[in-house]
Structure formats: C-alpha cells, structure tokens
Antibody, heavy 117, light 107 residues
Framework: EVQLQESGPGLVKPSQSLSLTCSVT????????WGWIRKFPGNKMEWMGY???????SYNPSLKSRISITRDTSKNQFFLQLNSVTTEDTATYYC???????????WGQGVMVTVSS | DIVLTQSPATLSVTPGESVSLSCRAS??????IHWYQQKSNESPRLLIK???QSISGIPSRFSGSGSGTDFTLSINRVESEDFSVYYC?????????FGAGTKLELK
C-alpha cells in the first residue's frame, strides 16, 4: 500500500525558510509524480508544485522563486522548501502522489505549519 | 489560471436525501476534473477522477458527470459519514487549481 508521511517543524519565523520532508513507502518515487498541496485556514486549497519520476519539477507561479522541490531517491523521500515565509504561508501542508500529473490519489496526513515570530 | 466555482458553499440535508454539488470552470476543460472529500482532521480522499470515473473502494452512491465547463458530483441517499467538505480540482492546465469547496452539513 502506498503511504506518505510529512515531517518538519510546526513553527517557522517570518522571513525564514520552511522545510518539509515527505517519506514514501510502498511505491518508488522514481515512478510517477509527487506533489505538495497546502490548505489555508478557511479551507482554500493551493497546488504548490510537483517533482516527477525523472526529477523534473513544476511550480505554481504564485510562489514565484520562493519554492523548491527536491528528492532523495535512496531514502524514497521528497522535500519542500519555501523561502522568505510570511504569516500568509500559515497552512496545513500535504504531500501526495500525483497520478501522472492529473489527480492526487494518495495523501499524507498533513502537517500544520504556523508562521509567527 | 482556471477558476473553479463550487456551489452551493454549504448544503444542509438530512440523511437519505440525494444531493448534487456543482463545479463550474472558467473555461472549457474537457473532463479534466476530479473530486475529493475531506472530513475534519483528515486528509482529502479522491472520490471521482476525470469527471465520471469511479475509484476503487469508494461507495457506489458517489457519482460524477459533466464535461466542458459544468460538472456535478452526486450523492445518492446521503449517509451520516458523508457530512464533510467536497472539493473539485482541474488537471487541464497548469497551475492545477481547486474549487473553494462545498460543505455538506446535517440539517
């Protein structure tokens, strides 16, 4: 069974970087696509970006140059880094398998990240 | 970006009723729409892919229809476990976008 689990700090200071890890079991990240999605307070959902089986990436333009998604295939993990965070980046962050770039069929449990001084 | 407008924002029903939730796209997107259910404190769950294709393990009371700009998620005879928030998501173009959600609540 495909399982994903996010990990990382729950509190980040403004202007710092947010870094999260998604650990995947039951499926190799060298197959398919893998994405990050966040849900803001108030329920708005935002697709942040993905990394593909080959390591190519695509990001939401709304995040401009602040975002980076990378991976460690030896550990079957992929990562999210979001730079220069503000309070508007406070959200629950999910990693998910992104079935060939269409829909998200397996999700992590989510990690709530608060940006506050 | 493609904007997905879900309506209504909240739908109050009693168990046993059948309901339809709407998702309208700002431009034609063929059948590139997917539906999710999210219960409180849980991760989203994929219900329907590509507008009408069923997902293994999802109860048959959930069905989807539509193409182009107008899409519908139907729940035949709502059960108590169905009270949650429902989202649509498009995969027609980048960036992928989600609707704002419809909350299905107990009347």
């Amino acid at each position: 069974e495909v399982q994903l689990q996010e990990s990382g700090p729950g509190l980040v200071k403004p202007s710092q970087s947010l870094s999260l890890t998604c650990s995947v079991t039951g499926y190799s990240i060298t197959s398919n696509y893998w994405g990050w999605i966040r849900k803001f307070p108030g329920n708005k959902m935002e697709w942040m970006g993905y990394i593909s089986y080959s390591g190519s990436t695509s990001y939401n333009p709304s995040l401009k140059s602040r975002i980076s998604i990378t991976r460690d295939t030896s550990k079957n993990q992929f990562f999210l880094q979001l730079n220069s965070v503000t309070t508007e980046d406070t959200a629950t962050y999910y990693c998910a398998r992104y079935d060939y770039g269409s829909f998200f069929d397996y999700w992590g449990q989510g990690v709530m990240v608060t940006v506050s001084s | 970006d493609i904007v997905l407008t879900q309506s209504p924002a909240t739908l109050s029903v009693t168990p046993g009723e059948s309901v339809s939730l709407s998702c309208r796209a700002s431009q034609g997107i063929s059948t590139s729409i997917h539906w999710y259910q999210q219960k409180s404190n849980e991760s989203p769950r994929l219900l329907i892919k590509f507008a009408s294709q069923s997902i293994s393990g999802i109860p048959s009371r959930f069905s989807g229809s539509g193409s182009g700009t107008d899409f519908t998620l139907s729940i035949n005879r709502v059960e108590s476990e169905d009270f949650s928030v429902y989202y649509c998501q498009q995969s027609y173009s980048l960036p992928r976008t989600f609707g704002a959600g419809t909350k299905l609540e107990l009347k």
